[in-house]
């Protein structure tokens, strides 16, 4: 039984290491096309926004402190965003029920993207917390050539909306 137990605590640790690995964004490469339904039920796609800024902000769980500071910053912002012609597109790994009572109750303006299966997180390179498999407070703005402007490896829920919003205009 011992053995059993060694073999399997090895192969679990393994596996949720490789997703705690990710290889972070680089600045300047091309960012990953993504084609996802958002928590509406629309089809967002990352090629048709091209021309503008997307920011990819990847959070842990919807309706928790600090996702809820950081969902309702942005909201609070959300009009600075427009203005910028910045895209928001929020992503965890919950369902579209989570998702829509979340927004709903938030009033969030923006789409929450579906990750269940965390392919959109994959294919950006960002961190999960390792065990319970939720990706960890990130972000990427993409800028409108469709290139990675910015990645935030770890994000202050708190301020990351003015810093999204001082490297836009910094960067105009």
């Known amino acids: ?3 059993t137990w060694i073999s399997f605590a090895a192969i679990f640790s393994f596996g949720f ?7 972070a964004p680089k600045v300047g490469t091309d960012a990953p096309q993504v084609v996802a339904q958002d928590h509406l039920g629309a089809t967002i796609d990352s090629k048709k926004l091209k021309g503008q800024w997307v ?3 990847f959070y842990p769980k919807d309706d928790t402190p600090g996702c809820t ?3 309702c910053a942005i909201r609070d912002e959300y009009a600075a965003f427009k203005k910028a012609k910045i895209t928001v597109l929020g992503v965890s790994r919950q369902n579209k029920k989570s998702h829509e009572e979340f927004a709903s109750k938030y009033k969030i303006p923006f789409s929450l993207l579906l990750d269940e299966e ?3 997180g994959e294919a950006f390179g960002i961190s999960s917390i390792p065990v319970i498999g939720i990706w960890k407070r990130q972000s990427v703005l993409v800028n409108p ?3 990675i402007s910015l ?3 770890s994000v202050d829920p708190e301020t990351h909306h003015k810093v999204v919003l001082d490297h836009v ?3 105009k």
Not at 17 to 23: D, K, R, T
Request: glycine share 10%.
């Open 151 to 153: 990645f935030i490896e």
């Open 69 to 71: 500071k950081q969902a």
């Open 55 to 57: 920011l990819f902000y």
């Open 145 to 147: 050539e469709g290139k």
């Open 169 to 171: 205009k910094a960067s």
């Open 17 to 23: 290491g490789i997703l705690a690995m990710a290889e």
């Open 118 to 120: 965390g392919k959109i």
């Open 1 to 3: 039984m011992k053995k």
